[in-house]
C-alpha cells in the first residue's frame, strides 16, 4: 500500500460486465496466460446487455433462405447513409462464430420442435434472423457468462474480478493508457496495465426517460475522452418507439419482437397509424415508428400510444413473452385483453468512441468495444438486435489481437501511471441532475432544434474537488456526455436515422454524408473514405495524421 492506494498488475484490464466485458474476459483467459481484471460497476449481471429482450441478430445457417449478404444489406439500410461498410461486413459476417462461441459456453437459444433454431421478425430485417431466449435473452447471455467468469476467479490465479467498483479515471502516461484508478468498497486502487478495455455499455440515463438500467451512466465514452480518445458520431441516439408509459413507472422496454410476432400500434381512437408514415407500418425501423408515435402523440396532446398484443394469440403471447406479460401485470395491465401505453424512450446510443471491429482506439493501450464504442455498424440508425451481435463479434476479435499483440509495461510508465493516480480529482457537476437529464430528453430527444441544443450548452454547474462519491462520477460523465452529444446534434445541420432537427427537416447529404468527430484537441468533420480506412490506420499506431480536407472545422 502506498499512501492509501493499492497496486494491482495485469496485462489486461476490462471494464464493464455486459456481453461485450464478460465474453472478452472469458475469450482472454481460455487463450492465454495473461493476468487479466475485470471490474464490474455493480454486481456481474447487472448491465444494459442483461436488458435486451428481443434477441441476438444472426445469420447462423438456421433460415435457408437468408444469407449474411441480405443481413448486410438490412444494416446498410437501416444506417441511413453512414455506416462503414467494412465494419459492417466483418461484425454481420462474424454472427455465425458468435453464435458457436455462446453456444459452447451454455447460451439456451429458443428452438423450434424439430431442434433447430427458432428465428424471429423485427423491424428493419426482410428475414427472420433473430435469436432468442423468450423475451429475456440479454439476461440468458450474461447469467451463462458470469457463471463462467465466477468459474474462472475461483479457479485461476491469473484472472480477478472486482464487483461493486467504479472507474475514476484512466491512467496516463505521456498520451498512452497504462491502466485505470478504480473505487470499490475496499477504497480506491490503482491497476496497471499495457491494455485498458472499456466495455461500458451505453448512456440512458444522460435522458430522464430511457429503457436502460441506473448503471448507464455513459462512463466509458466521458473516461475515453477526458483521455484524449476521439468520440464519433456523437448526435445518433436511438429511442425505442414502444417502452412502457405509466406514471409511476419505469419505462420498462416491450420488445420490438412483439411487433414481429404481430403486434399493432393504435392511436387513443384505436385506429392503426404507423402505415400512414411507411409502407412497412410497424415492422419499419425504429427511427420512422418513434417518430411516427411522437407525431399522433403530438397531434392528440396525449402522451403515449397504445400496443396491442391481441392480434398475436394468446397462447403465442404466453410462450414467447413471458417476461412482458408478468411485468405489465405489476402494473395492473393484462396484455391478453388490453394494449400497453406506450412512448419511446432513450435505449441505444450508435455514436461513441472511434473504434475499430477488434476494439483499438486512437489512443495507444486504449480499447473500447460493445455500445460504448463506435465502429459504423450503426450509422444514424441501429439495425434491431445488431447491438448483441456487435458486442459479441468484437469481444472474440478483441481476445484474438490482444494475445498477438500484449506487451509490459516498462518501470517508467509504471512509476508515471502511479504518481498520475495520486492526483486529487476535480469534477464539474449540473446543478441539478434531474433537471439536466429532462432537459436532454426535451430539447435533444427525438426531435432537436438549434434553440434547445444551445440551452444545454449553457447549463450552470458546480466545481467539486476530493473524496468524491460514485454517484458523483457518475453525474459528472452524464454531465460531460451530455453535453457532447448536444454540441454533435448542433453541428448536423439536417435529419438523418435518429437525429431529427425541426429546423433541418431534411437530409442533406451534399454536406452531411460525414461522421462529426470530438476530441478535447478538436472537433471536425471526417468523411467516410476516411472511417473506412481506420482499421488499418489504429492497427499500425503512432502513423497517420488527419488529412487537411476531413479537418473541416464545425
Known sequence: ?????????????????????????????????????????????????????????????????????????????????????????????????????????????????????????????????????????????????SEEVRRLGATRSNFRVFEHTCVMDLLMVDGVCAGAKLLGTAGEHCVLAPCTVLATGGAGQVFARTTNPSIATADGVALAYRAGAKLKDMEFMQFHPTALRLDGAPAFLISEAVRGAGAILLDRNGSRFVTRFHADGELATRDIVARAIHTVMHEYGSDSVHLDLRPIGTAAIAEKFPNIVATCAEHGIDVFTTPIPVAPAAHYMMGGIEATVDGRTSVEGLYAIGECACTGLHGANRLASNSLLEAGVMAVNLAHDICKSVHALSVAVRRSAFTSALCSHIVELPENLESFQSRMYRNAGIVRSSIGLSMILQEPSITIRERLTPAQFAANNIFQVGKLMALSALARRESRGAHLREDFPGMDSKNFARHYVISRESCYWQDRRRAQRLNEHYSILGQGQDSAHDKVLA
Open 1 to 145: 500500500m502506498v499512501s492509501g492506494k493499492k497496486i494491482i498488475d495485469a496485462d489486461v484490464l476490462v471494464v464493464g460486465s455486459g456481453l461485450a466485458g464478460l465474453l472478452a474476459s472469458v475469450k482472454l483467459a481460455q487463450q492465454s496466460n495473461l493476468r487479466v481484471v475485470l471490474v464490474s460497476k455493480a454486481g456481474l449481471p447487472d448491465s444494459n446487455s442483461s436488458f435486451a429482450q428481443g434477441g441476438l441478430a444472426a445469420v447462423a445457417g438456421t433460415n435457408p433462405f437468408d444469407s449474411p449478404n441480405e443481413h448486410l444489406f438490412d444494416t446498410l439500410k437501416s444506417g441511413a447513409g453512414l455506416c462503414d461498410e467494412f465494419a459492417a461486413r466483418d461484425i454481420v459476417f462474424g454472427g455465425a462464430q458468435l453464435i458457436e462461441e455462446l453456444s459452447k459456453l451454455g447460451v439456451l437459444f429458443d428452438r423450434e420442435p424439430s431442434g433447430r433454431l427458432s428465428l424471429a421478425l423485427e423491424g428493419g430485417h426482410s428475414k427472420p434472423r433473430v435469436l432468442h431466449s423468450k423475451d429475456t435473452t440479454g439476461r440468458a447471455i450474461t447469467s451463462a457468462l
